[in-house]
């Protein structure tokens, strides 16, 4: 899988911007705040429909313009694919894809798969579970459409419980319709997350030993708040702190992500060195896996990492680069990194234009 061409019609700095990527290694050179991250971002939105940022639609406008297009030509093993999405400030939206309007967004999901490596990801360990929740949730929303159809229906749940429960003196009777809904489609994201994890576990486990020289064991975590067994009881055990407090407090929107280390909670007894590592672990199983499912490479997405990276791990970031199309962005060449790297396509970026 990747990307031929990629355009953009006033995408943040971007006024017009019509490249045609390599399939190997494209690197994208710039100063900063110059669009490097913003064409990232592009193709982020055209892989899982929304920015990674959390912004609304119509910020990803520029700002003197009324309208954006984002699009994409993709090849993937057996067929070309066309993507466009198309945004305006009176909160449009469209999305086509191969020129048909599609009306769901789980039918774009999945077409393009990606893997993302952000400077953030670094501080996966210091963010809060939120992160974590959503980071986890877009990767298995790729793999597995029905998944992201219940998480999205199961966080709409959420949120309209939480609105009666701001109403005190609410029942049990009034909630037991919510209840039912929440449960079927909460056992469904907890089961899901739990088989993800053991998925990449079975991948993560070698991969991080290989970086380690051996030394090291990972073990990736699923703390689910709740288990699919339990519930309906924790629910009713929770009633009256739930009307108390006016908001929902069993159920996976609560769950977090861990690891370990040969034994030891990385997030406390890390270094920060294992915790580099452990995520560099995390993003090449999810290459691996990805493959495994769909029987097609990802397209790796670097948002200036390496100068973040030592030269271990440094190297072993640029083996996985060779294996799939890769959009690179960096602020400086760095002839000694550049020179290891078969690199396919070298653009200059500056103030959203390709120079």
């Known amino acids: 899988m990747y990307i031929n061409n990629l355009k953009l019609e006033n995408f943040r700095n971007y006024n017009l911007l019509d490249i045609d990527l390599d399939k190997g290694l494209n690197i994208f050179i710039g100063n900063n705040a110059q669009g490097k991250t913003n064409l990232l971002e592009s193709i982020y939105i055209l892989a899982i429909g929304k920015s990674y940022k959390e912004h609304k639609d119509m910020e990803l406008i520029n700002w003197d313009k009324e309208d954006l297009y984002i699009k994409t030509i993709l090849t993937k093993k057996y067929r070309e694919e ?75 749940i959420v949120k ?75 629910l009713e055990n929770s009633l009256e702190l739930e009307k108390k407090y006016g908001y929902t407090m069993v159920g996976p929107h609560k769950d977090d992500y861990s690891f370990k280390v040969n034994n030891k909670d990385l997030k406390r007894y890390g270094s920060q060195g294992q915790q580099r590592t452990a995520i560099l672990s995390l993003k090449f199983a999810e290459i691996e896996l990805i493959k495994n499912i769909t029987g097609e490479n990802p397209i790796l997405l670097l948002d200036d990492v390496l100068s973040e990276l030592d030269n271990q791990r440094q190297k072993h970031l640029i083996k996985y680069i060779q294996k799939v199309q890769t959009i690179l962005t960096t602020t400086e060449f760095d002839e000694n990194i550049m020179k290891e790297l078969n690199i396919g396509k070298i653009f200059n970026i500056k103030e959203g234009k390709i120079v």
């Open 160 to 234: 309209q419980r939480n609105n009666i429960l701001k109403n005190k003196n609410v029942s049990r009777e009034t909630l037991c319709v919510w209840d039912h809904q929440l449960m079927q489609y909460g056992k469904e994201v907890i089961r899901k997350r739990s088989e993800y994890v053991k998925e990449l576990q079975n991948i993560i486990f070698e991969i991080h030993k290989s970086l380690t020289s051996n030394k090291e064991d990972i073990e990736l975590i699923y703390n689910n708040n709740v288990s699919e067994q339990d519930f309906e009881k924790e």
């Open 82 to 156: 066309h993507i466009n999405i198309y945004i305006n400030k009176n909160k449009k939206k469209t999305i086509s894809i191969n020129e048909l309007y599609i009306n769901k967004l789980i039918k774009l999901i999945g077409i393009i798969n990606i893997v993302i490596f952000t400077p953030d990801d670094l501080l996966f360990f210091k963010n809060g579970p939120d992160v974590r929740r959503q980071y986890f949730d877009a990767q298995i929303s790729q793999i597995d459409r029905v998944y992201f159809e219940n998480i999205q229906k199961y966080y709409k």
